[in-house]
C-alpha cells in the first residue's frame, strides 16, 4: 500500500524540532494568529465539528460535539484538560508528539482554549515522562515570550494561561474525572456521571478535558482544512445515521514480536495486518502471531485470523474486543502462553484500581489471586467460569462501577478465555492433574481473626 | 482558602508540594505532612489522604540515591522486561522495591512507561535506559553504586 505521507508526525526526526523557530519555519501558528484574526470562538468549534474529529485519548468522543455540551454564557472561568496522563499499556504516541514537536500541541491548545472561551489550560502530564515536561515547559515559556500565551494573544483580547502539572504514576488519572479529581489536590477517585465536566467539572466550573493527540489534529485541522481531514479515514457508514466515522490521520504504537516497534502514522482503517507486516516488518524472528492487542491492554484480544479487522473506531468492536482505544497495538507471538499473558494483565488492573467501587476492587484483586494460583498449578476448570462471570460483571458497560478502568480490566479476561479456552483447560489439566476438577471452594491460606 | 496564582484555591498546590518534598527528601515523612498541611490551609489528614493514594511517595524511609524503575507491563514483558528486572535485582543484591545497603539504588517494578518502542526499558532518575540488555543492566547497576555514581 502506499505509504502515508506524515502529518502530525512531520516532525520527528527534524533537528531542533522542539523549538519555536522550528514550528514557525514549518507553518506552525499562522492558521492560529489567522484564526484569532478572523474567526469567532464559535466558527472554531464548528470547523472541529463539522471536520468529524473524535477524541484519540480512547474514547472516541466527538470533540466539537464534546465542546458543544459547555454551558453558553457562563460567567466562567472555563477550563481545559489536557490529558497527557498516557499509561495504557503498549501506549506511546502522545510522548512522541510532546517530546519532538510540543508547540504543534500547544498551537491545537491555544485553539481549543479560544473556541471553547477557557481561560486557564493545565496539561496533565505523567510523571513517568520527564522529557516531555523539559520539552513543554521550554515550548511554553517561548509561546509567552512570543505572546502567543498570556494575556490579550496577538491583540485579539483572547487571553490564556498554561499550566503544566505534574501526575503521580497512577493510572486512573488518565480517566477525565480522576484527572480532575487529582488536579484539585485530592485522590485521584473518579466521579459519578453525570453531572459531565462541560457542566461540572475542575473546582466545580464547566471544562473540557482533550488529549494530547486530539490537540495536534485540531492544530492541523485549522492548517489544512475539514476537507483535507475528511479525505482521510473511513467515512461515516450511510446505512447507519449514527456512525460518526473514522476521519484522519492516526497514530498507531505498535509494540511487542514485531521487527520494528515504533509510532507509525497512516489513515484510520489500516488493518493490524498491513500495520504489521509493513511498518511493522512482520512478526519477529519469522514467528506467527498467537494474539495481537488492537488499541491498549484494555481493549481485549484478536486472534490471528482476525488480524484483517480494520483498526477504526468501529472495527475492533466487531471481533468482540472493547473498541480501538488508544490504537496501540501489541503482537503476541506463538511461544506465549496466554495463562502468562492473561496474568500480566490482572496484574497491571489490580496494581491501578482505584479501589472505589466494590466490583472492580475485588474483581480485579480476585482475578489476579485467581491467575496466580492458576500458574502454582492449582487451578480448577472451574476457575474460568468465575473468572469468565468477574469480566461480565465488574465495569461500567454492566453498570456497576464509576468508571470504565473495570471495563478494562474485565475484556482482557473475556477475549482471552473466549478465544483461547482450549489453551486455558490444557494447562490447568497438565499443571494440577490431581485437583482440575475440584469445585469445592479453595481453602483459605490463613484464618484471619475477627476480634 | 485563598488563591495561589495558578490555581483558585489551594488545595490544588498538594500534590507539587508533594512533588517539592520528594524530589528533596526521597520521601515524605510525616512532618512534611503536617508543614504542607499548615502551608495549604488544610488539615494534615486531608493531605495524608491525598498522599496514601499514590504509591509513587515513599513514607517511611528515602529511596536511593538512584531509584530505578523496571517496566513490567506487557510490551516489555514481552520483550525479557521480566527477566531484566530478576537479573537487575540480584546483580543489585536486592528484592524488588528493595534499597542497597549502602543507600546507592532503589530498584521497583513500574507499569507501562510509555516507551514501548525500546522495551525493555527502565527509568532511572531523569533517564530513560532503553532497549536493556542483561549486560547493560549490569553495567548501571555498576555506575548506580559506584562511588562517583550520582542520580541521573
Redesign the interface.
Known sequence: MTTFQPVLLEAVGVAGSYTLASYRSRGGYAPLERMLKEKQPTDVIELVKSSGLRGRGGAGFPTGLKWTFLPKDHPGPIYLCINADESEPGTFNNRILMEDDPHQVIEGIILSAYATRATTAYLYLRYEYPQCWDRLQGAIDEAYAAGLLGKNIQGSGFSLDLYLHRGAAAYICGEETGLIESLEGKRAWPRIKPPFPAIEGLFRKPTVVNNIETMACVAQIARRGVEWFRSIGVPSDPNNPRDPGSYGPKLYCLSGHVERPGCYEAPLGITARQLIDGQGGGVWKGRKAKAVIPGGISMGLMTEAELDTPLDFAGPGKVGCLGLGTAAVVVIDETVSIVDFLHNSCRFFAHESCGQCTPCREGTAWSLRMLERIRAGKGRLKDLDLLAEIGNTMGMMPGSTICGLADGAAWPIKNAIKKFRGEFEDYIKRTNPSGWMVTDPVPALQIVGAH | MGPSP????R??????A??IVNDCLRYVPFEAVVEVAQL?GLAPAEVQ??LS?????PQDKPSGRTRA?VC????C???GGEEILDHICHAAGIDPYGTTTDGALTVEP??????????PCM?AG?T?HKNLTKESAEAFVRDARSPAGTPS
Do not use: I, K, M
Not at chain 2, 493514594?53 to 511517595?57: C, D, E, K, L, R
Open positions: 495558578r490555581y483558585p484555591n488545595r490544588a498546590l498538594t500534590l507539587p508533594l512533588h495549604l489522604d491525598t493514594f499514590y504509591q509513587f511517595f524503575w513490567r507491563s506487557v510490551s514483558a514481552l520483550r513500574a507499569e507501562c512507561l510509555g516507551a514501548c518502542d525500546f522495551a527509568l531523569q530513560l
